[in-house]
């Protein structure tokens, strides 16, 4: 081969290596940037939701929405306003021919000013706390963590109780998710502990400021019940929404005073946070390799550096459908099947490996832990139901 040949194949090469290189950096930096987004607490939320128009002088008050997944689905929510308001929304009143607009009315507006412009869509009908939302007698206490003091409400039932709930909100959002089942328990006679966990807005933040995907929270979760239990409980009921699902789970399998828990109920818990990724990795048209390699530095020692955490998460603890053996207390799992978010087949696949211990009760049309959203009677009489039960 002459030398003008070589360096043609040189040169061709070089090229090849080089956009080879380019493409390793490119999945890798994509790769640390969803593992990131995953394990990061994000302090600002953008809006989701368009007002074009609002009325609160015609009855029933009514505001007009752009259209999309979120906004046309049947229930009552909450809306966040822009300058830091909390307006309820119902039912849907009507579309507009081409169905682009949705009007529905506005059940409440808790503070804030409710006009046109972007708002923030959720599932948080009531906010905080349950005293102004529902005029249910509220302590404000604090559990002594490891991190710091958490901040948690404490309702009491009407007669002095020894079984206590234990409320856990999920991954971004606030305890105002959990305040829904406060008025349920209190008709029990269960008394209400709702919690909030490290790198909560109102809680002490980790070392890393990284959530630890309930491999960490937990920790919290078991603050609380030895707080319950030194102030007179000996029967607790967990309870977990998400990620505080997930939390959830890892405390059954890893705190001492687990022995203190008879029931256990979730809502669009994580059961899988393995499965979790590769569903929002296809949502985000990521190629699955990326998802892999997030789900690797998340689980390993580069992602110490890469993603900021203080020590790696394994996500392997995190998958409950292969660590079935290991669950012991008695559950019920409400998850909607069209969960665009955390994806119930885990949840079912869990029912069916662990059928003496789970009860699952499949939901349709909600979104991600929005089951009560659409038909808060169907949640509660499920709820009450299996707590009064005697079996599993």
């Known amino acids: 081969m002459g030398s003008t040949s070589m360096r ?26 969803f593992a990131r987004r995953v394990v990061t607490p994000e302090q ?12 609160l002088d015609t009855t029933p008050p009514q505001i007009t929405l752009l259209a999309d997944a979120e906004s046309t689905v049947p229930g009552r929510y909450g809306l966040w306003l ?24 506005v059940l409440g507006v808790d503070r804030g000013t409710l006009e046109r412009g972007g708002a923030r869509w959720n599932g948080a009908y009531y906010i905080g706390p349950p005293d102004a939302a529902l005029g249910l007698p509220c302590e404000h206490v604090r559990i002594p963590g490891e991190l710091g003091s958490l901040p948690a409400w404490l309702v009491r039932a009407e007669r002095p109780s020894r079984t206590w709930a234990i ?15 406060l008025p349920l328990l209190r008709d029990l006679g269960i008394t209400s502990l709702t919690v909030s966990y490290r790198n909560d807005a109102e809680a002490p933040a980790s070392l890393d400021g990284r959530y630890g995907l309930g491999l960490h ?10 707080y319950a239990v030194a102030h007179g409980a000996d029967d607790l009921v967990l309870f977990g929404w998400s990620m505080g699902g997930a939390t959830v789970l890892q ?44 789900g ?20 392997g603890l995190t998958d409950w459908v292969a660590r079935a053996d ?11 099947e069209d969960d665009d978010y955390v994806p119930s087949g885990p949840s079912a696949a869990l029912s069916r490996v662990r059928p003496d211990l789970v009860t699952y009760v499949p939901w349709q049309v909600a979104q991600h832990c929005r089951e009560w959203n659409t038909d808060p009677q169907r949640w509660e009489q499920i709820v009450r139901d299996y707590l009064l039960s005697e079996g599993p």
């Open 167 to 181: 409320l856990v909100h999920g991954r971004a959002a606030l305890r105002d998710e959990a305040i829904r089942a």
């Open 217 to 226: 929270e937990w920790r919290d979760i078991d603050a609380a019940m030895a």
């Open 44 to 55: 600002h939320r953008a809006d989701d939701a368009v007002l074009v128009d609002v009325d």
């Open 296 to 315: 690797a530095l998340l689980g390993g020692a580069l992602g110490r550096r890469t993603v900021g955490l203080r020590e790696p998460l394994d996500l």
């Open 251 to 294: 405390t059954l399998d890893r705190s001492h005073g687990a022995h203190h828990v008879s029931r256990v109920v979730l809502d669009g818990p994580v059961v899988d946070w393995g499965d979790v990724l590769r569903h929002q990795a296809r949502l985000n048209r990521l190629p699955t390799p990326i998802a892999r390699l997030g």
């Open 326 to 336: 290991r669950l012991h207390h008695p559950m019920l799992i409400i998850h909607s």
């Open 8 to 33: 043609r194949v040189v040169r061709a090469g070089v090229g090849v290596g080089t956009s080879a290189a380019a493409g390793v950096l490119t999945t890798f930096g994509l790769a640390t940037y």
């Open 82 to 105: 822009p300058d830091g308001g909390h307006a309820r929304v119902g039912k849907v009143l009507s579309h507009d021919e081409d169905r682009s607009r949705v009007t529905r009315e």
